[in-house]
């Protein structure tokens, strides 16, 4: 069995997945939504502070299982380093204690293995990455083949929902807020335009539309909330469906997927299935629990990983805030 370990951002997670099925035997996630909500957003020392608490507690529950682990996993990059430290500490001092090697895992390489989470891997696989610190575009043809074909220039969608949503004096997090609150608005009464509509990139912003939406709210008052939110996730939903047109012009889609917290955005999920229609191309979904971080997804990586022998030392092992894919 694997043990994995999540911290990337303000989710302490752990899991324990068996090498030879696949299969999840254990998993527990302590979310501090609560806490940063007070703040309108993640506080990183917070973060810190709370994952120290929290994940000692949860690997204590992992302890039948020690005697049967053949490797420990870690989130490594790219997240918050306050957290992220917490994550490859109690990593390392695990395969320390047991005398078992250690495998540094790619949040984001998580994110596209939550698909497959107790299921067997389905590659080429185009996949389409939403969460609060990512939106990018990839070509996934295996763990190690992995090509970038568009990503975010500025904010994220997912952290455009959160911004948005402060602006409001919603809570955090904002993606669950805005969504619940646009069910009652208008998606055509605020005329926001879709970000770089004209530009040949391959890209994505949404630094434009986040102003869009801070004016629209200092104009109104509380009553045009519900129609903000509709008019906003509408247009931060057709920059990606714009995009993801253009790209297909060139390469036209077999197997498509969205991961990653924001892509539990039913919304984003409806307009993607109308734009694969056409194309008779295959959805993939994560399940809804396994969207969002989680120690899950970090150990089905995991597996692949141990069984290609991409082993880290205790000492070279380290963390990479800013990496990406």
Do not use: W
Request: hydrophobic share 45%; glycine share 6%.
């Amino acid at each position: 069995m694997i043990l994995s370990i999540e911290s990337s951002c303000d989710d302490s997670a752990v899991a324990i997945t068996e090498i030879a099925t696949c299969r999840l035997l254990f998993h527990k996630k302590i979310s501090q939504e609560l806490e940063h909500s007070v703040y309108g957003g993640v506080v990183p020392e917070l973060a810190a502070r709370l994952h120290a608490e929290a994940l000692p507690k949860i690997l204590q529950e992992c302890e039948p299982y020690f005697d049967k682990l053949k490797a420990v996993a870690v989130t490594s990059s790219p997240g918050l380093a306050v957290t992220l430290v917490e994550g490859v500490t109690m990593a390392k001092a695990v395969a320390v204690a047991l005398d078992i090697p250690l495998l540094g895992v790619n949040h984001l390489v998580g994110h596209i293995y939550s698909l497959f989470i107790e299921k067997e891997t389905r590659f080429p696989l185009t996949v389409l990455l939403v969460s609060g610190g990512h939106t990018q575009v990839m070509e996934v043809k295996s763990l190690t083949e992995i090509d970038t074909i568009a990503k975010s220039m500025d904010d994220s969608f997912g952290e455009s929902f959160d911004k948005c949503a402060k602006m409001m004096g919603l809570g955090y997090p904002g993606g669950p807020l805005i969504q619940e609150l646009a069910k009652n608005g208008e998606r055509k009464k605020y005329n926001f335009t879709i970000p770089l509509q004209q530009s040949p990139l391959l890209a994505f912003s949404y630094s434009g539309l986040k102003n869009a939406v801070r004016l629209a709210i200092e104009k109104g008052t509380p009553d045009d909330y519900a129609d903000i939110a509709a008019s906003f996730e509408h247009i931060a939903t057709m920059h990606i469906i714009k995009k993801l047109k253009k790209y297909f012009l060139h390469v036209a889609p077999k197997c498509f997927a969205i991961v990653g917290g924001a892509s539990a955005n039913l919304y984003l999920r409806g307009e993607i299935e109308k734009l694969l229609k056409p194309y008779g191309a295959s959805l993939l979904l994560s399940e809804l629990k396994y969207c969002s971080d989680n120690a899950a997804m970090i150990g089905r990586v995991a597996v692949e990983m141990y069984e290609k022998g991409m082993f880290s030392s205790v000492e070279d092992l380290d963390i990479s805030p800013r990496s990406e894919l």
